[in-house]
């Protein structure tokens, strides 16, 4: 009896060596010649030591681990870190084709739009798309005079309603969101809201609440850490509620634009993508393609609520970096007194002789970025970054704010 006991106590001994073996030789071999990082807990992963200004958390980690770092996030998610002009304009740039993926599983990008849309999809559904939406920005006017004429109307209505605030203290994102929308919306859809309509209001709520969902951490959670925020969330009821009234909105855009389309009459974006798809239908390519009613529909949402926050949500940030250099204000308002007058607003025209102003812009754009930390991407196939094992389906994002305060490129980044 005790012969067996013994035997059987060397067998739950030897079992659990061999066991504990397997799991470290797993663990090491997953981990084999990856980037350098931090350690995190199991399952939880160094996602707790991220904040909620996640881009000066990674820098701190590029000064300690180079940079390519990686860490596991919830979930044990593998997160690949690129910082620094050199290292991300090699990935962006020269080996661009290589990551055009999306990691897999749910996360708050795929959330938005289902997956579907420029911002969500991957490889050469997204090639597509994205080339055909740049290649008919020419025709609804952008880069040329018609737009700017839009743009420049779209400001003097703003210019109006904020001289009768008699100086006032004022919000402004408000009026550049609605200027945004304004511009976008006759982009997309040929029309727009009224300032008071109760739709754009609505709209404006919505796009505000699903914005918020962006800031911080929260881009980390992939799969069933992500579906684990969204069931906790106390705002979850109320962002999912504004991304379906968005889909609403363009939905009825796009039915719209269905009922009284005319091939002879292309005058938006969701004109020509109905024309290119009858001209793939008649010519039986359809099914050969990505141009589906789904992804009209996604890159709908994600051009009209990315474009509405993105840009209204810059035009704030660079207006009140410079509100903060009063010597700067003076030295452009005095160039474009010398150059452009006080008769009319300024010009793409006018750009090439207002240097300071454009230097003052570019410089703004460095300064109070708010394109921080990059979209996810994703490889197809395992590769290496500068010398590192990048197992495919890796998430990979870029520290975009290192490209701002690189001092090879800027020897004082800390000043304006």
């Known amino acids: 009896m005790a012969f067996e006991q013994l035997k059987f106590e060397s067998f739950l001994t030897t079992a659990a060596v061999l066991i504990l073996t397997g799991l470290l030789f797993f663990i090491w071999n997953k981990n084999r010649r990856l980037p350098p990082g931090p350690w995190g807990l199991p399952f939880i992963g160094y996602y ?36 620094g002009t050199k290292t991300i304009k090699e990935i962006f740039v020269n080996r661009a084709d290589e990551f055009i993926g999306r990691p897999h599983g749910n996360n708050l990008v795929i959330w938005v ?47 109006q309603d904020l001289r009768k605030t008699d100086g006032k203290p004022i919000e402004l994102l408000p009026h550049l969101a609605y200027l945004a929308h304004s511009v976008i919306s006759e982009v997309l859809f040929s029309q727009k809201f009224e300032k008071n309509d109760p739709k754009w209001l609505a709209i404006r709520q919505a796009t505000h609440s699903m914005a918020e969902v962006f800031a911080g951490n929260k881009f980390l ?48 974006y969701i004109d020509v993508y109905l024309y290119k798809r ?54 452009v308002q005095k160039e474009m007194d010398n150059i452009v007058g006080r008769d009319r607003l300024p010009s793409w025209t006018d750009r090439q002789n ?53 001092p090879v490129i800027y020897p004082e980044p800390e000043k304006f």
């Open 113 to 159: 739009s289902e997956g579907l849309g420029i911002a969500q999809e991957e490889g050469a559904p997204w090639k597509e798309q994205r080339r055909f939406f740049l290649h008919n920005l020419k025709n609804f006017g952008v880069g040329k005079a018609q737009i700017e004429t839009l743009v420049i109307d779209e400001i003097q209505i703003m210019l």
């Open 278 to 331: 009858n001209e793939l239908l008649k010519s039986g390519k359809l099914n050969e393609t990505s141009f589906s009613m789904e992804r009209l529909q996604g890159n709908c949402l994600n051009i009209f609520f990315e474009g509405i926050e993105s840009v209204s949500i810059a035009a704030t940030g660079l207006l009140t970096e410079l509100s903060k250099h009063l010597d700067v204000q003076r030295k």
């Open 221 to 268: 959670l992939v799969g069933w850490a992500f579906e684990l925020y969204m069931a906790i969330s106390p705002k979850t009821r109320e962002v999912t509620k504004a991304r379906d009234f968005i889909w609403k909105t363009t939905n009825t855009f796009i039915e719209e634009h269905i009922r009284s389309f005319d091939p002879s009459n292309v005058g938006d």
């Open 48 to 83: 707790p030591h991220i904040s909620n200004q996640p881009y000066k958390d990674l820098y701190k980690l590029s000064k300690k681990y180079g940079n390519v770092i990686s860490f596991r996030t919830l979930g044990g998610n593998l997160v690949i870190v690129l910082n």
């Open 354 to 406: 207002l240097p300071y102003l454009d230097a003052t812009m570019y410089e703004l754009y460095r300064v109070a970025s708010p394109f921080l930390i990059s979209t996810q991407l994703s490889n197809f196939e395992e590769t290496t970054i500068e010398g590192y094992r990048i197992p495919r389906r890796s998430s990979i994002i870029a520290n975009f704010w290192t490209l701002n305060i690189d």
